[in-house]
Structure formats: C-alpha cells, structure tokens
C-alpha cells in the first residue's frame, strides 16, 4: 500500500505533467453537474453523486492501463521516445527499449521498465486523469469545501492511500486484471443529510504484464542481434501466444531506423478486442 500525499495527488494533475506532454483525458461528467429526476430525494442524490465518482474513477483506471499499454508499461513517457501519430491511436509516445544512440554516448542500450514502475505509471495516470475530470484541485484554496448545485462538498486527500494489485496469467491466453482501491474521503451533505464516501475501487481485465514479459525477451534477443534490422522472434511468440506486428522508418532528424513493436495476445482482431503494447528499438 501507497501513502501518497494530496500535494503529491495533485501535482499529477493537468496543469503538470499532462499539460507538459499533451496528452488527452478521460472525457466524463462531473460526477456533481447531475439533471436528477424530479422525485429524487436528497438521500438518493447523494447516492447518484457517490455513483458518478466510482464511475469517474473507473474510467480513469481503464484509460490509465489503455495508455500503458499503448506506451510500453509507461503512463508518463520517457523524453526519449518515438511520438506516432494516428496509427493506432490518435497519437502516442512509444519508448525506446533499446537505443543505440544511448550506447554511443556511454549510457545503457537496454532501459525497460520495471513491473514497480509500471505499476506507479498505472496509480499515477489514474489518480492524474480522476483529479482533473473531477476537478479536485478547485477544492485546494477552499479548506472548508464547496457548495455546487446546492450540494456541500469536502474533500479529504490528506491520508490518502492506493492499494494496486497485480494478477498475471503467465501466457495461458486468459487476461490478468489491476485492481485499484483507494482509501480517502469526500465528504456530502444536501441540508441535514450527509454521506461519506471513504474508498473507491476499480478493476481492468488486462494483457499488459503478459506482453510486458514477451517484450522483455525480444529486447535481449534484439541486443543479442544488434546489428540485425529483422530479427526473428516466432519461436517467443509462438510460446507466449502472442501476435507480433511492426513499424519500420528511418527517422528525419537523427536518420536512425526504428522499429516499433506492437504485440497482441492471440487470438487477435478488432472483433477479440485484445490490447496492444508497443515499445521501440532504434538502431543504426
């Protein structure tokens, strides 16, 4: 479990790390700009109210664990990295798993990240994505809450806690899943009733750990093949399952070739749905 502080919540924000790399947020309402319907009493408002922050919250965590994918394990991108445009996504960062300009310069070639950070880049990218959607950081200069819509509304981060649990399926072509709580509170009260909401909890069912573990051995095998641009990786495929599709272009501004590997988990196709990860080599 994860003590993390509301300054630090927040500094994930939009007008911070999102805002510097541009990326897109969950698009959702805000869980308090409701229409009720004429016969809601306050006691049910307040539970719809409560309904929209889970819903806001899961959205968060899937759209986290989508761009982790999409971005090799990362929420925020490394600065070195391939930016694609409309390919998959609208537009994506991609890592640079092995990169030979590093090597000439006296750095490591290999950087993959660890399963600990990819799991930080999950928390981080969900906790970034629920704040802005729900607009937390207007609550920062007012300690004693806000009333929107004739709703009070105070929220409590300072003893925030993340508890994110990992379920790996280990290439038996089932999904894993991240499971998400988080332990706060948010305080509501419409005239004399009030309600407490004290967790919030999410699940994603998720092929990302998977592909991350087949990513990890095509990396050693590229480096072991470094002066190959197609190197074979049927046999690692064939055992992990998965389903390999690549990019290939000289980049512009320094007239390295790339590659851009995007794996799927088999069996694959727009109508399985099953997500892709993708992560770079940039060789000479």
């Known amino acids: 479990m994860e003590n993390i502080s509301r300054r630090g919540f ?3 924000a939009v007008k911070g790390t999102l805002g510097a790399l541009g990326l897109p947020l969950v698009t959702s309402r805000n869980a308090v700009s ?10 049910r408002k307040l539970a ?3 309904k929209g922050y889970r819903d806001d919250f899961q959205r968060a965590l899937d759209y986290a664990v989508e761009e982790a994918n999409l971005q090799g394990g990362y929420f925020f991108v490394p600065k ?4 694609l445009q409309g390919d998959i996504a609208s537009g994506r960062n991609v890592p640079f798993y092995l990169d030979v300009t590093r090597k000439k310069e006296g750095r490591k070639l290999v950087e993959v990240p660890s399963k600990k950070e990819i799991k930080k880049q999950i928390l981080y990218g969900t ?3 629920f704040d802005a959607n729900c607009g937390w950081e207007e609550f920062e200069t007012e ?4 009333t929107i819509d004739g709703i009070f509304i105070k929220p409590d981060f300072r003893k925030l806690k993340s508890d994110l649990e990992i379920k790996e399926m280990n290439g038996t072509g089932n999904y894993g899943e991240v499971n998400l709580t988080d332990y706060l509170k948010i305080n509501l009260s419409i005239g004399e009733n009030e309600h407490v909401v004290e967790s919030l909890s999410a699940t994603r069912k998720t092929d990302l750990f998977d592909n991350y573990e087949t990513a990890k051995k095509m990396t050693e095998r590229q480096e072991e093949n470094l002066g190959e641009r ?12 998965a389903y390999l599709s690549q990019q290939y272009f000289t980049q512009k501004s320094d007239n390295k070739y790339v590659i851009v590997n995007n794996l799927r988990k088999s069996p694959f196709g727009k109508a399985d749905g099953r997500e892709i990860f993708s992560f770079a080599f940039r060789l000479d």
């Open 127 to 129: 906790h970034a994505n």
């Open 230 to 241: 197609h190197v074979d990786f049927s046999d690692l495929l064939k055992e992990e399952r």
């Open 48 to 50: 719809e109210i409560e």
């Open 143 to 146: 300690e004693g809450g806000l």
């Open 10 to 12: 927040l500094e994930r």
């Open 34 to 43: 409701m229409d009720f319907d004429s016969d809601f009493d306050d006691v």
């Open 80 to 83: 070195e990295n391939v930016y």
